[in-house]
């Protein structure tokens, strides 16, 4: 693995993007945009296509890291038509915030994304699901994607080939449940966003019952430049073996530039945080970080060089979840961070099933006690089997909801103690 | 088939079985909240878990929601799933109320049961309680949220099985909230299982709040008499009142569900108007002696008149047993009778009877079997509630329903109707029959059969006879129709076309089923024992003509009948003697020279048969006698003590009857089903009642009896273009003789109305809420109008009501011409 | 517009929040009567869109202010100073969380991390955000919106 000192890293998914700027049709053509779907149109068999995918293991951005590839192909041949591809722009995982940068900076590479996707699938129906706090967003896609349409690349017979597909943009009520893919679709159909477990897999009976292939923003975003430049091209692009492509990295909190900054999988978390986020502010000193939204386990002091792709972390029990990192500094309690962060899954819960419907409350209220000074001894065991048998939830959402607590309970439980013996916040006190 | 082990015990289930049934096959029950056999699985509560050892997957897994597999090897005592178990219960009670002692449910909750079974005792939550507010659900149900678990049973019966929406899951998080969108009564004519379905105290019975536990009552399995369905029920009474009904699982009838007349049809047992004394000319007399005069005046009546000048009449709602015993003791007598015909549509209930094979036949549940059913000449949710959910569940399992009747049926699904006016429903028939000839080869039929089936007339001159056509052909590419068939309204060809068309289908490749809907809960009883020669209304003439003189009347108000009150109470007053024994308070039984009170189905065993020729047995839910509530004059408890039970000297109808005929008191014979065998050969071989099987037994019937392929019945008759036809309808609530009296339902049972087409309307200048002057020949009603697409023109519906039993008129259809309605205006 | 796209769609339902949405823009907030026309169009029972009405976040079935001030109360802005400056709109504006002020113009609710981490604290008002904030530029962001209010309101 060669250590990274240039700072020039390629900028593929970012190529478009300026400051304060959402790149038009024309900038995206100039960068060759458009060109990956002409190509596909023209030379490549939808099975081509899935096969390039598959090569390039490009891995869901959304969080959970599956395959895109071998997504793809659980779209059986014989599968009934119309077919969907719904892209989830949802991101409401606390600390996550990129696909909103890129949707900002270049609509017409999640278009052109979708499309290359559709064309795999055979489907011809699109939807992206926004969150309704993006309506800036939506309406910018809304927009460009007329414009698509206006210049061709959308519609029927697109580039003069039998291949149609049109996109509509669906503006979600508001709830992180429904970034979860199921939850998702149910929100589609205009029912509850309850989760529905598999199978049946949306890829076989997703919305209306019909085959629906659903995936990230930035997930789809990779999509073209890897049908132009190749899947041996985009696996190149990261810096560990197991990793492949670049990936968005949402930096935030006690880091002095904050924001998102596209760097190749596998970059190490110090050099995200020293070089690219501007390092920490005076008189701040690295505690721990969430390497990918809420729902991961604090990385500790001890992992500060990992290089940040889906299979080291996992390697070390972490998951790097959406890359969204968020940095804690010493003078933040952990306690009190993560009772905020179960505050935001107690809220959040769909409320189907019991473990997480009641658990995540109860998780909160004993973070609260210990909080607040009233801890007492036997909590830390009620928490640790409250986290056991979160795992046992109906959905991905309560073993999500429990990640943070373990990373406490497992490299901060002194803190906690500190808290139930001295019957208060040290933080607080040391005010 | 796949074999598993669940701990340490082998067992072999058909594939798709999850591993939760599989255990209960074993005796071993898992604990579950939100799986229910009805609803299936959807692993919200996470109660069930057990820990997988071995197989295709390992540790805590939902035993809901897994298929039992070949080499699983699971444990339910496992340390570990046992232990969640006790969280989740931890979990569920993080918010109760803990209010057991003063909660409805107590005693028979499931949520109480798995806590204490669970072990867990001890509350470790110190958070504060989320709490909500409740709603008014209407008469029937109570609500409670704050006891509610979330295993989102409710909604999933009332939305997903029976298909209302105005019951929902609100909010999210641990804030979900089961309700409605605005306080109000359940629309939902099933609304009454939510107390069954909820496995905590949040649904409670509204009418029997504060009357007893569980464990107060004296609990019985019983039939449903409220219909011909015969859905079975558990009773719960006490202090001598029946205090609340249940539904009760039956595999081959209703599932685990009723419906709400049925479920709360039953006060008429503890009325206080109810006869509890017998009266010989007015006077309070000993029962047993007012049976004996009774006895004596009858046989001097026949002394004068010659046995000839005495008749028997019962009705559908007499048990299997008075029926009997009426035919025998007429018969033994020479007297004239049985009549059951109190209903005009007793001759096609006899029809059905004849027609309805053993192979042809289906009972309630196969119904949700079928691929393709057609409903003629049937109102399914005011006739037999219990059927529209059936039809329910075939929908949802991809099955085409159609409705053929003229009135404008309303289901919980998406479903066909075909409002054809009730002069059409043959020609509508003979188009299914027709094309059934056509197209297929009905060679086994024989020749003649199959010209005289062609010959049917095409009915094509009939609204919407093309899609009658489609409707054939998928009817015939369907591999298990059903026709399902009224008798209620249906003209007298339909019931016997039904047959056919089951019948031909079934020689042309389907397994075609049959299912007639009957009107009273033992019509089937009385179409088998009554006396075809006679009718009511022949008998009521015979009265006017001084040839009958004396009238025994069984458990049937004759002023049901329909019959123009006034000449029915003069036929009455003209009788030298009318004996009359019921239990429940009416004109007929005002009307009585002696007056003999008798036991309900729920105070002495009972039989009856339902709709599908299956005898079911009610054996006695509680031993009768006056309420204590009368007896103990508002003091708790009651201070007089006696060894007897008082106002428990009554009988059953049938063990009074022979009496009547001049035996000695209570010499009812001993052995029921030999007696009952020589009342009719289809009664011979009834089991004994110890060994009656929990889902009764079905007659056999005679292959093919009856008279098939009558296609000359069916002729276009001429129209009287100016006519119009009157159809005197059920519904669900206040038609029902028994169920009416029921107070609980007053405030369901809609008031009375005239249904019309808006087109029909506009031609008599009306529309819905106008009120409308009719005279139905039986008398004069002003009703308000409700216009309404789906039904058939030149067609007016009124669903009966006890307000309006005077003035509608006896028969079921009735034509009348356009002056008969007309705009009621102010001055009216 | 939208009835348009409701008989155009296949599935009606697939559009009820949008049409939930537009019904509360037109009214201000679900009221019952709005939830029953909301129905009305979509052709589903009003029990299914309170189903829907009550899950989400954005869906408000009590009346609320013309503004609706959701504040980012997630980790990041928590950690950048969230109780501040809850604290200093709350006194600001007279009123607790979950409130609407007297006149009518704003409602002060918390909400789950907006997506703006990279500029918190933040918050959102009528789907517009706002980061990173202090109080003064709090304090200057309620004002411009008060003579926008003034401006666009016939007095
Ligand atoms: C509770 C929950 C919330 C989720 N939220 C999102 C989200 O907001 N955006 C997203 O892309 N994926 C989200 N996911 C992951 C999705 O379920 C799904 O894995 C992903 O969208 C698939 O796309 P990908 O393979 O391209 O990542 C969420 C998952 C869970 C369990
Ligand atoms: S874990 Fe259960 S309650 Fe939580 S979001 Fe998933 S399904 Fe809903
Ligand atoms: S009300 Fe009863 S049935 Fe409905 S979810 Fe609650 S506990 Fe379950
Ligand atoms: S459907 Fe008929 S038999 Fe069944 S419960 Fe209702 S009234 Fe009784
Ligand atoms: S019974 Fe299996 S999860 Fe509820
Ligand atoms: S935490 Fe406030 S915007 Fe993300």
Redesign the interface.
């Known amino acids: 693995m060669a250590e990274t000192t240039n700072t020039a890293y390629p900028q593929v998914l970012f190529a478009n993007r300026k400051p304060d700027r959402i790149a038009t049709i024309d900038d995206y053509r100039k960068n060759g945009g458009y060109e990956a779907i002409q190509k596909v149109v023209s030379t490549l068999s939808h099975k081509d296509v899935q096969k390039i995918i598959l090569d390039s293991n490009l891995l869901g951005r959304g969080g959970a890291a599956f395959p895109a590839g071998l997504k793809l192909q659980t779209v059986a041949d014989d599968a009934p038509f119309p077919r969907y591809i719904v892209c989830n722009a949802d991101?409401?995982?606390?600390?996550?915030?990129k696909?909103?940068?890129l949707l900002h900076a270049d609509p017409h590479l999640l278009i052109e994304g979708m499309l290359i996707e559709a064309y795999s699938a055979k489907a011809e129906k699109g939807i992206i699901f926004i969150?309704?706090?993006?309506?800036?967003a939506a309406r910018i896609l809304e927009r460009e994607v007329a414009i698509a349409e206006k210049a061709g690349f959308l519609g029927k017979n697109i580039l003069g080939g039998d291949f149609s597909f049109t996109i509509d943009v669906?503006?979600?009520?508001?709830?992180?449940i429904c970034g979860e893919v199921t939850a998702q679709l149910n929100?589609?159909?205009?029912?509850?966003?309850n989760p529905k477990?598999p199978p049946p897999y949306p890829t076989e009976k997703g919305l209306?019952d019909l085959p629906t292939v659903l995936q990230n923003v930035e997930t789809l975003c990779c999509m073209p430049p890897i049908i132009r430049n190749g899947a041996e091209w985009f696996r190149n692009l990261a810096l560990t073996e197991s990793g492949a492509g670049t990936k968005l990295y949402?930096?935030?909190?006690?880091v002095n530039k904050?924001?998102?900054y596209e760097l190749p999988m596998g970059v190490r978390l110090s050099e995200i945080i020293e070089k690219h986020a501007g390092g920490m502010p005076e008189g701040s000193e690295f505690k721990a970080c969430?390497p990918g939204g809420?729902s991961t386990r604090y990385l500790s002091r001890a992992h500060y060089d990992m290089p940040m792709d889906f299979e080291t972390l996992k390697a070390a029990g972490h998951r790097l979840g959406t890359a969204?990192i968020?940095v804690?500094d010493q003078k933040?309690c952990m306690v009190a961070?993560t009772l905020?962060?179960m505050?935001?899954f107690?809220?959040?819960?769909?409320?189907?099933?019991?473990?997480c419907?009641?658990?995540?409350?109860?998780i909160r209220?004993l973070l609260w006690?210990i909080e607040n000074g009233r801890g007492e001894p036997?909590f830390v065991d009620?928490l640790k089997?409250?986290c056991k048998?979160l795992w046992?939830?109906?959905c991905a959402f309560a073993p999500g909801a429990v990640s943070p607590v373990e990373g406490l309970l497992a490299d901060f439980e002194d803190e906690v103690w500190a808290h139930i013996h001295q019957k208060t916040c040290p933080f607080k006190a040391s005010d | 088939m796949p074999k598993l082990i669940i701990d340490n015990r082998e067992i072999t289930v058909p594939e798709g079985t999850k591993v939760i049934e599989a255990a209960e096959r074993l005796g071993i029950m898992i604990p579950r909240f939100c799986y229910h056999p009805a609803l299936g699985s959807v692993g919200a509560c996470r109660v069930c878990a057990v820990k997988c050892l071995e197989g295709p997957r390992k540790g805590i897994q939902m035993s809901c929601m897994i298929d039992a597999q070949d080499g699983m090897k699971v444990s339910t005592t496992d340390a570990e799933a046992v232990d969640f178990r006790k969280h989740v219960i931890e979990w569920l009670m993080l918010h109760h109320p803990h209010d057991c002692p003063v909660c409805d449910e107590g005693g028979h909750c499931l949520l109480q049961d798995l806590t204490v079974s669970g072990g867990q005792g001890v509350r470790r939550y110190q958070g504060p309680k989320r709490t909500h507010t409740d709603q008014h659900l209407g008469p029937l149900v109570a609500h409670e949220m704050n006891r509610c678990i979330q295993c989102y049973r409710c909604v999933r019966y009332y939305q997903e099985f029976t298909g209302y929406e105005d019951l929902g899951v609100m909010q999210i998080g641990s804030r979900v909230y089961y309700g409605r969108f605005r306080p109000g009564t359940l629309e939902s004519p099933f609304s009454g299982n939510l107390i069954d379905i909820c496995p905590t105290g949040v649904y409670t019975d509204k009418p029997s709040r504060y009357r007893g536990r569980r464990w107060d009552f004296e609990r019985r399995p019983a039939v449903c008499l409220h219909c011909s369905l015969g859905c079975h029920v558990t009773v719960s009474a006490r202090y001598r009142e029946v205090v609340r009904q249940e539904a009760r699982f039956s595999e081959s009838v209703n599932g685990h569900f009723i419906c709400d007349r049925g479920r709360y049809g039953f006060p008429y047992v503890n009325l206080p108007e109810r006869p509890r004394s017998a009266r010989v000319d007015g006077t309070e007399t000993g029962w047993e002696a007012a049976l004996k005069i009774a006895g004596e005046r009858l046989e001097s009546a026949a002394w004068k008149t010659g046995p000839q000048g005495i008749a028997v009449v019962g009705s559908a709602r007499c048990g299997l047993e008075t029926q009997g015993m009426l035919k025998r003791l007429a018969d033994a007598k020479g007297w004239r009778g049985p009549v059951f015909d109190i209903d005009p549509a007793a001759a096609n209930v006899r029809t059905a009877v004849s027609r309805l094979d053993s192979d042809l036949r289906v009972s309630l549940r196969e119904i949700e079997t079928a691929d393709c059913i057609v409903v003629v000449s049937a109102d399914p949710l005011n006739e037999s509630p219990m059927l529209a959910p059936a039809l329910r569940q075939a929908r949802r399992n991809g099955a085409r329903v159609a409705v053929i009747d003229p009135r404008p049926a309303s289901l919980p699904f998406q479903f066909d109707h075909f409002p054809v006016a009730p002069d059409d429903l043959a020609a509508a028939m003979a188009i299914l029959i027709r094309k059934c000839a056509d197209k297929e080869p009905l060679s086994e039929l024989g020749k003649t059969a199959v010209r005289s089936l062609r010959g049917v007339s095409d009915g094509a001159d009939i609204p919407d006879a093309d899609g009658l056509a489609a409707l054939y052909d998928d009817l015939h590419d369907s591999r298990r129709p059903v026709i399902v068939c009224g008798t209620h309204t249906a003209p007298p060809e339909i019931p016997g076309m039904a047959a056919d068309l089951a019948l031909l289908l079934r020689i042309a490749g389907p397994r075609a089923g049959l299912f007639y809907v009957m009107p009273g809960p033992n019509s089937f009883g009385a179409a088998l024992l009554s006396d075809p020669a006679l009718s009511f209304g022949d008998l009521v003439s015979s009265i006017e003509e001084g040839e009958t003189k004396a009238l025994v009347v069984a458990e049937s108000d004759l002023f049901g009948s329909g019959i123009d009150w006034d000449r029915l109470q003069n036929a009455l007053n003209k009788l030298e003697l009318l004996v009359t024994l019921d239990y429940i308070d009416s004109q007929t039984t005002r009307a009585a020279r002696i007056l003999i009170p008798t036991l309900t189905a729920y105070e002495t065993p009972s039989l009856s048969i339902n709709n599908e020729g299956r005898v079911q047995q009610s054996p006695a839910a509680f031993r009768g006698g006056d309420p204590i509530a009368r007896t103990g004059g508002g003091e708790h408890p009651p201070r007089a003590f006696r060894r007897d039970i008082p106002g428990r000297e009554m009988g059953a109808a049938w063990t009074a009857l022979p009496t009547l005929g001049g035996r000695n008191p209570g010499s009812a014979p001993v052995n029921l089903t030999a007696w009952l065998g020589d009342a009719h050969p289809a009664l011979t071989s009834l089991p004994e009642s110890s060994d009656f099987p929990p889902d009764g037994v079905r007659l056999p019937l005679a292959e093919n009896a009856g008279e098939r392929f009558q296609t000359d019945r069916f002729s276009h008759g001429e129209k009287e273009e100016d006519a119009l036809t009157l159809l005197v309808a059920d519904s669900t609530f206040g038609t029902e003789e028994l169920s009416s009296l029921s107070p609980i339902l007053k405030e369901l049972t809609p008031s009375p109305c005239i249904q019309i087409h808006p087109e029909d309307a506009a031609e008599f200048d009306l529309s819905t809420g106008d009120a409308v002057r009719i005279d139905t020949g039986a008398g004069t009603a002003v009703l308000p109008v409700q216009t309404t697409d789906r039904i058939a023109r030149r067609v007016l519906v009124i669903p009966r009501h006890r307000d309006l039993d005077d003035r509608l008129p006896r028969e079921r259809r009735t034509v009348l011409s356009k002056t008969a309605i007309r705009k009621a205006t102010e001055d009216a | 517009m939208l009835s348009q796209q409701i008989q155009a769609s296949k599935h009606p339902p697939e559009l009820v929040v949008d049409v939930m949405m537009a019904v509360q823009e037109h009214y201000g907030y679900l009221s019952d009567e709005a939830l029953e026309e909301a129905a009305a169009m979509v052709g589903m029972a009003p029990t299914k869109l309170d189903e829907l009405a009550t899950f989400y976040t954005f869906l408000y079935r009590e009346p609320v202010g013309r503004y609706v001030i959701h504040l980012c109360d997630s980790v990041i802005c928590w950690m950048d100073g969230y109780e501040p400056l809850r604290d200093h709109l709350c006194k600001k504006l007279g009123i607790q969380m979950g409130e609407t002020t007297p006149d009518g113009l704003f409602t002060l609710l918390p909400v789950c991390c907006i997506g703006y981490c990279d500029r918190s604290p933040a918050m959102l008002i009528n789907k517009k955000a706002y980061g990173p904030l202090t109080s003064e530029k709090i304090d200057e962001i309620l004002e411009t919106l008060r003579s926008e209010a003034a401006e666009t309101t016939p007095s």
């Open positions: 991101e409401m995982e606390p600390g996550t915030f696909d909103r940068v969150r309704p706090e993006y309506e800036n669906h503006r979600s009520g508001g709830r992180y929100a589609l159909m205009g029912k509850r966003p477990q209306w949402g930096i935030s909190g006690r904050p924001g998102c969430l809420a969204a968020m804690f933040t961070a905020n962060l505050a935001f107690a809220r959040e819960s769909c409320g189907w099933c019991t473990p419907r009641e658990g995540t409350p109860y209220d006690r036997e009620i089997k409250q048998y046992n939830a109906y």
